[in-house]
C-alpha cells in the first residue's frame, strides 16, 4: 500500500457541495486571513484553522490570530460575526457562541473561537461566567 493511494482515499472524502473538505478548510483559512487584513488596513497573519469536535458534544472551529488587537476586533465586531457565521455555515455548525481568546493583560488576540454549544456547556455558560482570557462576541442560546 503506497502514500498516493491513502491519500486518493482521504481526497474521496467530500462535503456537501462536493469539495474536498481540505480544500474547504484550506480556502477558508485564506479567505478569512484577507479579510482582516483588509478590514484592518494591516497585515494580520492566519497561522492555523481547525475545525472541531468535543467529546461533551460541542462542535466549533479555532481560528489563530497573529496581529489583531481587542480593540481592533471590538470596532468591527458585527462585520466579523457576519463573516464567521458564514464560515460556519460551510461544515454546518451553528455559530451560537462567538469569542475571541485573549493574552491576559495584553491587547492582543491569539485566537477567534466559534462554538455550536452541547447543552451541557449551555448551562455551564448560563452559571458560570466564561474564563477571563475569552472575550463573547456573540452568544445567542435559546432556552
Ligand atoms: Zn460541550
Do not use: H, Q
Not at 469539495?19 to 483559512?29: A, G, H, Q, S, T
Not at 481568546?101 to 454549544?117: K, T
Amino acid at each position: 500500500m503506497s502514500n498516493s493511494n491513502n491519500n486518493n482515499k482521504f481526497n474521496n472524502i467530500n462535503t456537501a457541495n462536493g469539495k474536498p473538505i481540505k480544500e474547504l478548510i484550506k480556502n477558508d483559512r485564506r479567505d478569512f486571513e484577507v479579510f482582516l487584513s483588509n478590514s484592518f488596513g494591516k497585515n494580520v497573519f492566519i497561522p492555523e484553522m481547525d475545525v472541531f469536535s468535543s467529546k461533551c458534544g460541542c462542535y466549533g472551529i479555532m481560528i489563530m490570530v497573529r496581529g489583531v488587537l481587542i480593540d481592533e476586533a471590538d470596532v468591527f465586531k458585527n462585520r466579523i460575526i457576519k463573516k464567521l457565521e458564514e464560515i460556519s455555515n460551510n461544515y454546518g455548525i451553528n455559530a451560537n457562541w462567538i469569542f475571541i481568546r485573549i493574552i491576559p493583560s495584553s491587547d492582543d488576540v491569539i485566537s477567534f473561537g466559534i462554538r455550536e454549544l452541547c447543552n451541557m456547556c449551555r448551562e455551564e455558560y448560563n452559571s458560570n461566567k466564561p474564563r477571563p482570557d475569552l472575550i463573547t462576541l456573540k452568544l445567542a442560546i435559546d432556552e
